[in-house]
């Protein structure tokens, strides 16, 4: 079975640029998360989808925004990049049945944002 | 707020030994789950154990093991018999009840040394 997918790996944009990344979650999962890696915030959540609907959000600007298809692939976008947003995006997948997370998260390598 | 407390940044280890890492965690919650995520270098995070908190006896998945203290919102990581490929960023994670996320700790970075 074929794991998360993310794409691209690493990117490079300026500042006022926009981005997307996209997750390709294990197939027959239909929770894909969104989070935030950076060495000084750690790991935070951005959001999660289920079946095409956002079911909750961080505590992001709305320059961050996401989607899911009805595939379950889903993308994320920032708009009007900062150097701030430099960090590791990690796409999680899971069933995701249940309003809550009570099991394994399985986890993408990650999309790599630098912003100059 | 759900916190998650690391308290180690960094470890060092002989290959074969045993070493515990540390979490504490805040909450109001009473139905909640609690993590440990190991990230190797350049590589996804995967999960190593989990634990329920309505359950009292503590999770073992072969040379991992967790002394959950509830009382204490401690839920430590005991690694036995470390291995060189145990070297990694091992996260504390925490969700409850409702809340599709997971509130993970700073991380601890874990180096097995031959």
């Known amino acids: 079975k074929a794991g998360v997918t993310q794409t691209p790996r690493y990117l490079i944009k300026t500042r006022g640029q926009q981005v997307t990344l996209s997750c390709s979650p294990i197939s027959g999962h239909r929770s894909v998360s969104w989070y935030q890696q950076t060495p000084g915030q750690g790991l935070q959540f951005l959001f999660e989808y289920f079946s095409e609907t956002q079911r909750n959000k961080g505590n992001f600007p709305g320059r961050f925004s996401g989607r899911q298809f009805s595939n379950s692939r889903s993308e994320m976008n920032v708009s009007t990049l900062e150097l701030g947003d430099s960090a590791l995006y990690l796409c999680a997948s899971s069933q995701g049945r249940t309003s809550t997370v009570t099991g394994e998260l399985f986890f993408g390598e990650g999309s790599r944002l630098t912003v100059l | 707020a759900q916190t998650v407390t690391q308290s180690q940044p960094e470890m060092s280890v002989q290959e074969a030994e045993t070493v515990t890492l540390s979490c504490t965690y805040d909450t109001s919650e009473n139905n909640y789950y609690l993590f440990w995520y190991k990230q190797p270098p350049s590589r996804q995070m995967i999960l190593v154990i989990r634990q329920e908190a309505y359950k009292q006896q503590n999770a073992t998945e072969n040379r991992f093991s967790v002394n959950f203290q509830k009382a204490a919102k401690s839920f430590s990581l005991k690694i036995s018999d470390s291995q060189l490929g145990d070297t990694a960023m091992y996260f504390c994670?925490?969700?409850?009840?409702?809340?599709?996320?997971?509130?993970f700790g700073q991380g601890t970075r874990l180096t097995i040394n031959p």
């Open positions: 994670a925490f969700s409850w009840q409702g809340a599709q996320k997971l509130v």
